[in-house]
């Protein structure tokens, strides 16, 4: 099955998205019981942190944390937005810099000026687009970013979408509430699919499409731990509380170059990997051995890698012991804590 092919259904009454690509699958999402990324709280401040420069938060939905954060009182309220799923028993995740994001547009009320993205570098359409963001914006304070997904699009569903989310903007922000609240839920897995995977393909909705597009299928390949890789080798991903431990397995390959090759091959396929399992927060590979003249090439196959990848990725380098570290930002929920 060739081509890009979004799926929307839903498993055990959950709100779920696929994307498959040329029949495998490329991305997954799926309603939690936890508040989603991109929820926006009244919260009002609780205790500082010392040593930290953060602040725990009350919100209706249980405490959260702000990070770096000067001058803040408790007791003070303000605004805040949920930036990911917090580890089990933590406090949620969020910050104070408010985004209201959709297809086209983002909204960003804090830092103020019309913004293009930099990957459409055609003037003529640069204009275009900055002439439908000054058509909208006029009069506002916000800044505004237009998405790379604008190119080429019809201007009158470009303003709609900047519209709605001013919408969103002003409606959240002149919220007249003295206490903490719940403003603006995040986007469950069916918007949040509209809103990013914007590249051309077909999109199914019917009931039971997940079994016949091969999702189920591919689900019950990504619970495992195993993960094939060119050449034969293999990747095994294992989540632990501290850390998710992944291993580089040559396979058959006996040759000289077995370690160098398997090791590239994880470089290539690691952020599919880690996104269709919803795995975030330290990562440890114990790669095959490969010379260290090699490791250079590795660090920039993993970069391209996890450039084209939508969650926040630090590639913190490697060990004294040979092991290559990464720090993701968790903006999914762990496939296994959902999918029992």
């Known amino acids: 099955m060739k081509g890009r092919t979004i799926v929307l259904d839903h498993i055990d009454n959950r709100e779920a998205a696929a994307l498959m690509v040329d029949g495998k699958l490329d991305d997954f999402l799926i309603a939690g019981d936890a508040p989603a990324p991109g929820t926006i709280y009244r919260a009002r401040a609780d205790r500082p942190v010392k040593g930290q ?30 930036t990911g799923y917090a580890e089990p028993g933590k406090a949620l995740p969020v910050t104070d810099r408010i985004l209201f994001k959709s297809r086209y547009a983002i909204v960003t009320p804090e830092a103020p000026g019309l913004n293009i993205s930099r990957s459409i570098r055609d003037e003529d359409e640069r204009d275009r687009l900055l002439e439908i963001a000054h058509d909208c914006m006029d009069g506002s304070t916000y800044g505004l970013i237009l998405r790379s997904c604008c190119l080429g699009e019809d ?33 469950g897995p069916h918007v949040l699919a509209w809103r990013d995977w914007t590249d051309p393909a077909e999109v199914v909705t019917q009931d039971g499409s997940f079994e016949t597009q091969g999702v189920l299928d591919a689900l019950d390949e990504v619970r495992g731990i195993s993960e094939s890789l060119p050449g034969g080798g293999h990747l095994y991903v294992q989540p632990t509380r501290a850390l998710v431990a992944v291993d580089v397995n040559t396979g058959s390959d006996t040759s000289m170059a077995a370690g160098t090759k398997a090791n590239f091959a994880c470089a290539k396929v690691l952020a599919r990997a880690l996104r269709v399992r919803g795995l975030g927060g330290q990562i440890t590979l114990d790669l095959a051995p490969m010379p260290k003249k090699d490791r250079r090439g590795f660090e920039s196959a993993l970069r391209a890698a996890f450039k084209a990848d939508g969650i926040e990725t630090t590639l913190a380098g490697w060990t004294p012991l040979g092991h290559y570290e990464l720090q993701r930002k968790r903006g999914r929920i762990p496939l296994t804590e959902v999918l029992k």
């Open 53 to 82: 420069g953060g602040m725990f938060l009350t919100t209706p939905d249980g405490p959260a944390f702000l990070r770096q954060v000067k001058g803040l009182a408790p007791s003070t309220l303000m605004l805040v937005q949920i």
């Open 155 to 187: 201007a009158g569903e470009i303003a709609e979408d900047i519209n709605a989310m001013l919408a969103h903007a002003d409606q959240v922000l002149n919220d007249p509430g003295t206490e903490p609240e719940l403003l603006l839920e995040g986007d």
